[in-house]
């Protein structure tokens, strides 16, 4: 299992610096961030980014609602 877990770490390491590079290239856009384009680095990016967050088993961050 901690091979595993390793790995996914390793590969959202890998994707987080990828993602940099990106917005260091083409700058940041909102609009593609919150409604990526089918297709387009950051749809590919965020759906990516979700499978590992859950194969991980950590629960990703609550906000207090107040």
């Known amino acids: 299992m901690s091979g595993n877990i390793d790995a996914i770490k390793k590969e959202m390491i890998q994707l987080e610096a990828d993602y940099l ?6 700058g940041f856009s909102y609009r593609e961030y919150s409604n990526p384009p089918p297709g387009s680095f950051m749809e590919k990016y965020k759906k990516r ?8 088993g950590v629960k990703p961050l609550e906000y207090y609602k107040g």
């Open 21 to 26: 590079a990106h917005v260091n290239k083409h």
């Open 49 to 56: 980014m979700a499978e590992l967050t859950v194969a991980s």
